[in-house]
């Protein structure tokens, strides 16, 4: 008899975990509950620090997939877990010798932060509307005129007291730098500033990005958090802001402003948490057992965890995870 592991969400994440424990000679089942395979990465246009398209990685992960023994529900949504069961919303119960968690993360809401207009004023945006105008080639203003001048806010539902979201969502400034390249690659006439906090290059490559977005790219960053914006008779939208650099006031008006919005904990965990007795950090992510030694298990004996079901994580990050914690997940299951 094989062994059989859940893979709960077919994210990335999922979808490495599941891949390398079919290798590893285990009956996978990957549950995933929307319709299709990919999680996130379906929603981005070209992926940091390489610009490669996320259509590239996304069919090849999904390719290698469906030349597997991978068995995939999709449609099916977990809302409760045991080492040894997997719960769906329709009720089946399904039987296992171990579970990977995968289940991803959520999107912060902009429009809790109301002082930035999301949702209100035309020419606001997300960082992920940014990326579906970028996927559908139709990158413009509300009004489908060309922008000329626009404002990238960092940390938007990240590092913020007043929203209980007090971690860094890492990818975000990263995200801000590679998306004011792709701006500029469309407009080279436009203006582009980015208003941050503290800029953080984390992983190979980034550095050299931030270094050549303002040098090449001539991409205007300013230290400094913008505390309203509001519209203009002409549809522009005004923003103020203070130069911390210098201790200056700012006042400009853009064309567009793209809120860099964070990643927060998925809304499911809490359930799916106090099911099988997993605990959670302080940011709502899942908490490994141990973040060094043993960082894609968690509390529970057979259940594992890989990708941004415990903290925000770049794609690269995702992937090594999911080999580990197929590896640790099969060791268990006593392949
Ligand atoms: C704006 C933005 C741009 C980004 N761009 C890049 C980039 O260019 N390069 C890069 O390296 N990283 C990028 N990232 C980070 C990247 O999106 C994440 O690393 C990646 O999505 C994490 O994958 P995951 O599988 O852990 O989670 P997710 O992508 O969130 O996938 C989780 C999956 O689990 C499913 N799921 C959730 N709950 C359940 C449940 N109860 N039952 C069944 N299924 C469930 C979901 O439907 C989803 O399919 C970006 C992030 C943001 C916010
Ligand atoms: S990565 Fe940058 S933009 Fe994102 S939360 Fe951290 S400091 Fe803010």
Known sequence: MKKRIIVIGGGVA???TALRLAEQGAAVLLVEKESELGG????WHVLFPSFTP?????TELRRRINASDIEVLTGAEAVALAPKSVTLRDGRELACDSVVLCSGFTLFDASIKEEYGYGIYDNVFTSVDLERMFREGRVAKADGTRPRRIAFLHCVGSRD???CQQHCSKVCCITGVKQAMEIKRLFPEADVFNFYMDIRMFGPGYEEMYREAQQRYNIHFVRGRISEASPTIDGRVQIKAEDTLTGRPLRMSVDMLILLVGMRSNDDLAALAASAGLDRAPS????PRDLFLDNVRSNVGGIFYAGAVSAPKSIGETLNEGIAAADAAARYAGL
Do not use: I
């Not at 996130?40 to 929603?43: A, C, I, M, P």
């Open 54 to 58: 996320a259509s590239e990685v996304l």
């Open 40 to 43: 996130k990465l379906r929603h």
């Open 284 to 287: 709502g992510f899942m908490k």
């Open 161 to 163: 007291e007043k929203v």
């Open 14 to 16: 999922g979808m490495q």
